[in-house]
T-cell receptor, first 112, second 113 residues
Framework: GQQLNQNPQSMFIQEGEDVSMNCTSS?????WLWYKQDPGEGPVLLIA???AGELTSNGRLTAQFGITRKDSFLNISASIPSDVGIYFC????????????WGAGTKLIIKP | NAGVTQTPKFQVLKTGQSMTLQCAQD?????MYWYRQDPGMGLRLIYY???????DKGEVPNGYNVSRLNKREFSLRLESAAPSQTSVYFC????????????FGPGTRLTVT
């Protein structure tokens, strides 16, 4: 079963707000990846993190590889309507070269 | 450069029917994957192929078979479809070297009645 806890499960935001989500695990990971999935599409890679403590940005998105190597965080600044979708974290454990462990996703919804 | 392509986009099967989902990538990637996605459960790995000529079971392989036809193509077969296999199926590929970044196709939406 899944070994990554992704929070929150969903969040309602106002346009312009900042957004934070995270993934945690009891296991140590070597790599953290953040993906976004739009309705009816496959997941698209947003940010890849390879070193503990690493902070990487992609436009308004910033992700961090936690110092303990057991967690990762994604922040979106000044959200816009096209940020709506499901965000997934995925991690690669030290003992697995080919498989990723996936979070259940955070669904972002814009308040009308 | 189309990336990862999947066919068909949609499929409806009756219980007991068989079908093959096709996946192809044009990025010269060694590794390919099949996932299923069910509401609220994220992505679960069915099978993967680390390189041409090899396949391995993932988290939920029961009821499925795979074939790595060549470096480009990786197919998923349901021999006798069951309603529990109603899901969205995604194929992904990963390059060589020190990278774990997987790239996804658009998915196949399968309903088994």
């Amino acid at each position: 079963g899944q070994q990554l806890n992704q929070n929150p499960q969903s969040m309602f935001i106002q346009e312009g707000e900042d957004v934070s989500m995270n993934c945690t695990s009891s296991s140590i990971f070597n790599t953290w990846l953040w993906y976004k999935q739009d309705p009816g599409e496959g997941p698209v890679l947003l940010i890849a993190l390879y070193k503990a403590g690493e902070l990487t940005s992609n436009g308004r998105l910033t992700a961090q590889f936690g110092i303990t190597r057991k967690d990762s965080f994604l922040n979106i600044s000044a959200s816009i309507p096209s940020d709506v979708g499901i965000y997934f974290c995925a991690g690669q454990k030290a003992d697995s070269n080919y498989q990723l462990i996936w979070g259940a996703g955070t669904k972002l919804i814009i308040k009308p | 450069n189309a990336g990862v392509t999947q066919t068909p986009k949609f499929q409806v099967l009756k219980t007991g029917q068989s079908m093959t989902l096709q996946c192809a990538q044009d990025m010269n990637h060694n590794s390919m994957y099949w996932y299923r996605q069910d509401p609220g459960m994220g992505l679960r790995l069915i099978y993967y192929s680390a390189s041409e000529g090899t396949t391995d079971k993932g988290e939920v392989p029961n009821g499925y078979n795979v074939s790595r036809l060549n470096k480009r193509e990786f197919s998923l077969r349901l021999e006798s479809a069951a309603p529990s296999q109603t899901s969205v199926y995604f194929c992904a590929s990963k390059g060589t070297g020190v990278t774990y970044e997987q790239y996804f196709g658009p998915g196949t939406r399968l309903t088994v009645t």
